[in-house]
């Protein structure tokens, strides 16, 4: 497939947005080469916390901080599962929270100092094994490498265009990539990469499918169709916050409704992005696109369908295993104490691994009916040639984890954090505009923390107490949080799967770079954090529950 740059219009052509976009493109590519800007990066925040460390600079305030209860449960389970957490008031068995609320002092730390430097080279290996997303990238392509290679990825994409409506394919593709968040990480990994094909597929800008696909999986990420593990940690958080206010616990419904509103509705938003400002700005793509179904000769067809049914099979065997090992009780993917299947469990846990092993099983059951594999020397060389061409990516990911390590070690982002929360506090407005105002805050801190837990952690504690004092219900200050954490995921340099949309980018441009990327997702960010907080406006204004039992206000 070639690579030829992909638009037909020169940079600059059509109106004001199109040319402000084109010039961040321009200057986004100029930028050093995401290893060196990293370098640059790690450099500039050695010197400003070794200025800030020289003058004292900290903040004290109250933090969600989790409780180790694995580490709680291996020391029971080690004496034979005899310990049992007590309150001494009632005698009866005590629960114990995921996060409790401490008040910290937080200081800068200098990576210049001898701590700080004997930090710097002491954890640079750890840093970089410790850095989740490398070894779920590696297990997510692995299975997908092999269905890659073996033609079933190209087949798929086929039969999704010829069976779905070509006006809903952005839609399915955005859908699909805010559900994908109960899987973790599987829809940047996957679903990007297939919304540029189909798109491609279809005679339409792959970039344009990429976006989009980006768009679903990481700008409108807080909310769901379904109930996330995201969802019970922040709940969890909120309810240690409304402790310090002793208000009632909410629990992972309190922002159902609101979740599945934003859902549909920034859904549909994405969509009118992607065909109303990226691919008239791309243009028409005038790279080599896929071969269609109608133009396979009749022995590629026959083998075509017939490696589908193969896959089929071996799908249907991974999920009839799945099944066999999730739904009896005692099943090894339940929660082992609580029995639970959905939440912090086995099950959850093994979400990547399952969906790599179900690509991998129906990719090799496809290369048996197709004959595009045909010994297991062929499955081998599928994923060495996969991770090969991911080599670029891991030594991006290498200094990536260096420099998160190191700007969290210095404390710079919880302080920051911190400041910003405190004046927010202190601003002597009503409780819409405040609500408001703190959506815009986290907005902006996202870009340093993009995390959505551990801004939770330190944000709860602040507006939780602070808000009930203002009669707004604590569901109704986390939809304002699920709101400001998601619409700059898709800009920040911290998005540590950003270099590897920069790679799908590049398989389809050439001359893509970090700069390609932004101003394809500058429309995406504005558009849809503009109707996401005037949705939350309305629906404030108008007192519409925003879960079973959970109004805006106290």
Same mark, same amino acid.
């Given at each position: 497939?070639?690579?030829?740059?992909?638009?037909?219009?020169?940079?600059?052509?059509?109106?004001?947005?199109?040319?402000?976009?084109?010039?961040?493109?321009?200057?986004?590519?100029?930028?050093?080469?995401?290893?060196?800007?990293?370098?640059?990066?790690?450099?500039?925040?050695?010197?400003?916390?070794?200025?800030?460390?020289?003058?004292?600079?900290?903040?004290?305030?109250?933090?969600?901080?989790?409780?180790?209860?694995?580490?709680?449960?291996?020391?029971?389970?080690?004496?034979?599962?005899?310990?049992?957490?007590?309150?001494?008031?009632?005698?009866?068995?005590?629960?114990?929270?995921?996060?409790?609320?401490?008040?910290?002092?937080?200081?800068?730390?200098?990576?210049?100092?001898?701590?700080?430097?004997?930090?710097?080279?002491?954890?640079?290996?750890?840093?970089?094994?410790?850095?989740?997303?490398?070894?779920?990238?590696?297990?997510?392509?692995?299975?997908? %490498?092999?269905?890659?290679? &073996? +033609? !079933?990825? #190209? @087949?798929?994409?086929?039969?999704?265009?010829?069976? =779905?409506?070509?006006? *809903?394919?952005?839609?399915?593709?955005?859908?699909?990539?805010?559900?994908?968040?109960?899987?973790?990480?599987?829809?940047?990994?996957?679903?990007?990469?297939?919304?540029?094909?189909?798109?491609?597929?279809? %005679?339409?800008?792959?970039? &344009? +499918? !990429?976006? #989009? @696909?980006?768009?679903?999986?990481?700008?409108?990420? =807080?909310?769901?169709? *379904?109930?996330?593990?995201?969802?019970?940690?922040?709940?969890?958080?909120?309810?240690?916050?409304?402790?310090?206010?002793?208000?009632?616990?909410?629990?992972?419904?309190?922002?159902?409704?609101?979740?599945?509103?934003?859902?549909?509705?920034?859904?549909?938003? #994405?969509?009118?992005?992607?065909?109303?400002?990226?691919?008239?700005?791309?243009?028409?793509?005038?790279?080599?696109?896929?071969?269609?179904?109608?133009?396979?000769?009749?022995?590629?067809?026959?083998?075509?369908?017939?490696?589908?049914?193969?896959?089929?099979?071996?799908?249907?065997?991974?999920?009839?295993?799945?099944?066999?090992?999730?739904?009896?009780?005692?099943?090894?993917?339940?929660?082992?104490?609580?029995?639970?299947?959905?939440?912090?469990?086995?099950?959850?846990?093994?979400?990547?691994?399952?969906?790599?092993?179900?690509?991998?099983?129906?990719?090799?059951?496809?290369?048996?009916?197709?004959?595009?594999?045909?010994?297991?020397?062929?499955?081998?060389?599928?994923?060495?040639?996969?991770?090969?061409?991911?080599?670029?990516?891991?030594?991006?990911?290498?200094?990536?984890?260096?420099?998160?390590?190191?700007?969290?070690?210095?404390?710079?982002?919880?302080?920051?954090?911190?400041?910003?929360?405190?004046?927010?506090?202190?601003?002597?407005?009503?409780?819409?505009?405040?609500?408001?105002?703190?959506?815009?805050?986290?907005?902006?801190?996202?870009?340093?923390?993009?995390?959505?837990?551990?801004?939770?952690?330190?944000?709860?504690?602040?507006?939780?107490?602070?808000?009930?004092?203002?009669?707004?219900?604590?569901?109704?200050?986390?939809?304002?949080?699920?709101?400001?954490?998601?619409?700059?995921?898709?800009?920040?340099?911290?998005?540590?799967?950003?270099?590897?949309?920069?790679?799908?980018?590049?398989?389809?441009?050439?001359?893509?770079?970090?700069?390609?990327?932004?101003?394809?997702?500058?429309?995406?960010?504005?558009?849809?954090?503009?109707?996401?907080?005037?949705?939350?406006?309305?629906?404030?204004?108008?007192?519409?529950?925003?879960?079973?039992?959970?109004?805006?206000?106290?």
């Amino acid at each position: 497939m070639a690579a030829e740059t992909a638009k037909s219009k020169e940079p600059g052509e059509g109106g004001f947005v199109q040319k402000l976009l084109d010039g961040i493109e321009k200057v986004g590519n100029k930028v050093p080469h995401p290893v060196i800007m990293f370098l640059y990066l790690i450099a500039i925040i050695a010197v400003l916390s070794q200025i800030l460390y020289m003058f004292g600079v900290s903040v004290t305030e109250e933090i969600a901080v989790p409780v180790p209860i694995e580490v709680l449960r291996d020391v029971r389970d080690a004496l034979g599962g005899s310990i049992v957490a007590y309150d001494v008031y009632t005698g009866q068995p005590a629960y114990i929270p995921e996060f409790i609320i401490e008040e910290q002092t937080i200081p800068i730390q200098s990576l210049l100092t001898v701590p700080g430097l004997r930090f710097v080279f002491s954890s640079f290996v750890a840093n970089f094994a410790g850095f989740g997303v490398v070894a779920v990238t590696l297990v997510a392509m692995a299975g997908v %490498g092999v269905a890659e290679q &073996a +033609g !079933m990825m #190209a @087949a798929l994409i086929r039969k999704l265009v010829k069976v =779905a409506p070509r006006n *809903l394919i952005a839609f399915i593709l955005i859908l699909v990539g805010v559900l994908s968040s109960v899987a973790s990480d599987a829809g940047y990994l996957i679903l990007i990469p297939l919304g540029a094909t189909a798109f491609l597929t279809l %005679g339409r800008h792959p970039l &344009a +499918g !990429m976006a #989009a @696909a980006f768009a679903g999986v990481s700008a409108i990420f =807080a909310v769901n169709l *379904l109930i996330t593990p995201v969802d019970s940690m922040i709940t969890e958080i909120t309810n240690e916050a409304i402790g310090l206010a002793g208000g009632t616990p909410i629990t992972v419904t309190a922002n159902y409704f609101f979740s599945v509103a934003s859902t549909l509705i920034l859904s549909v938003v #994405a969509v009118i992005v992607t065909e109303r400002i990226i691919e008239p700005r791309l243009g028409k793509y005038e790279g080599e696109g896929l071969i269609g179904d109608n133009d396979l000769d009749p022995e590629a067809a026959k083998a075509e369908a017939r490696g589908l049914q193969y896959a089929l099979y071996g799908f249907l065997i991974v999920f009839g295993g799945v099944l066999l090992l999730s739904l009896p009780p005692g099943a090894p993917l339940r929660h082992p104490v609580t029995g639970n299947l959905i939440g912090t469990t086995p099950f959850m846990d093994s979400l990547i691994f399952i969906i790599s092993l179900i690509f991998l099983i129906s990719g090799i059951g496809y290369g048996l009916g197709a004959k595009t594999i045909k010994s297991s020397n062929d499955v081998i060389s599928a994923v060495t040639k996969t991770f090969a061409g991911l080599s670029g990516l891991i030594f991006m990911l290498l200094m990536i984890s260096q420099f998160i390590a190191f700007f969290n070690y210095t404390n710079l982002p919880r302080v920051i954090a911190v400041v910003l929360a405190n004046a927010l506090e202190q601003a002597n407005i009503g409780a819409l505009p405040l609500l408001v105002g703190m959506i815009l805050v986290i907005i902006m801190l996202n870009f340093i923390i993009p995390g959505v837990v551990p801004k939770w952690a330190i944000f709860a504690p602040i507006f939780i107490p602070l808000f009930i004092r203002l009669e707004v219900a604590p569901q109704t200050v986390l939809a304002a949080y699920r709101i400001g954490d998601s619409p700059t995921n898709v800009l920040t340099p911290l998005m540590v799967y950003l270099p590897f949309i920069v790679t799908v980018a590049q398989k389809y441009q050439k001359d893509a770079g970090l700069g390609t990327v932004i101003a394809l997702m500058i429309p995406y960010t504005l558009v849809i954090a503009i109707t996401w907080i005037l949705l939350f406006i309305i629906w404030f204004l108008l007192g519409i529950p925003l879960g079973p039992g959970y109004p805006v206000n106290v």
